[in-house]
């Protein structure tokens, strides 16, 4: 089992000092997804080898093109390289017509199947779950349609007590008392009591992303008691003005939306390219969040050991 995000780009619109576009990968207990597709984003999963073949849903944030124009470079790798799984894009209207248009003019025609799912910019939607997790957007403020993206964990199955399994339990009941079931013999009386034989889940993890933003109190009943936030810090709050402009946020405001939203770790990225050095964003940040981290390409955050 994991639960784990891996940097590949954490600089603005302008790619600055080595710094990619934005995108993340995320890897949940074996399901592979990405978020945002900035400029060179294939060259970031090749250089810190995430294997790309097996990603199965991409979610664009906006249309803004630090998001999102690594993605057609992306679908012809896929493509050279014999994919044939279907892809699931989710994004805000108007990706597939671009997607669609390059691909007609380039007189291409893909080996899979893009599935394009629209995602609602103006209130929370679940997008996507299966057994294990679900997967919401949220609304941020920015100058076009833009969203977040919350990835969950569901509860996990209980677990056997190895030390008290014993001769007669069969690989029945043995499921039952994982679902959290007692165990009833056919004429009903009580076989295996749940909580005599097993041990209680391993815990359930969430990671909110809060792409290009404006500062928004508005966003803590989306992002409420995350294990791992990462939100936008564009500008130091020397350019705080420059933020409001911009509908960006500055980091002491990333700091603060962690701190108001109980979150237990944060990250911050999405740099402008006036910044070189980073360590002062994140002590900007570190005023009012104290266990706040630096979006560095290439690290991978694993939320079962922050």
Known sequence: ?????????????????????????????QSHFLIDCGEGVQMQLKKFSVPFHKIDRIFISHLHGDHYLGLMGLLFSMHLLKRTADLHLYSQRGL????????????????????????PYSESSLLYEDDSIAIHSFPLIHKIPCTGFLFSEKTKPRRIDKDKIT?????????????????????GTLLYKNKDYTLDPRPSYSYAYCSDTAYSPELLKHINGV???YHEATFTREHEDKAMETLHSTASQAGRIAKDAGAKNLIIGHFSA?????????????????????????????LERL
């Open 167 to 187: 001769d007669g339990m069969r690989l029945q009941h043995i499921a039952l008392l994982k679902q959290g079931k007692d165990v009833i013999n056919e004429d």
């Open 1 to 29: 089992m994991a639960f784990q995000v891996t940097i590949l780009g954490s600089s603005g619109a302008l790619p600055a000092y080595g710094r990619f576009p934005s995108s993340q990968y995320l890897n949940i207990n």
């Open 227 to 229: 294990d791992l936030l």
């Open 96 to 119: 597939d017509e671009i997607i669609t248009l390059q691909l007609k003019y380039s007189r291409s025609a893909l080996n899979f199947k893009i599935v394009f799912h629209q995602v």
């Open 274 to 302: 006036r910044y070189k050095e980073l360590e002062p964003l994140r002590a900007e940040a570190k005023t009012e969040f104290q266990s706040t981290h630096l979006a560095i390409e290439g690290e991978t955050f694993d």
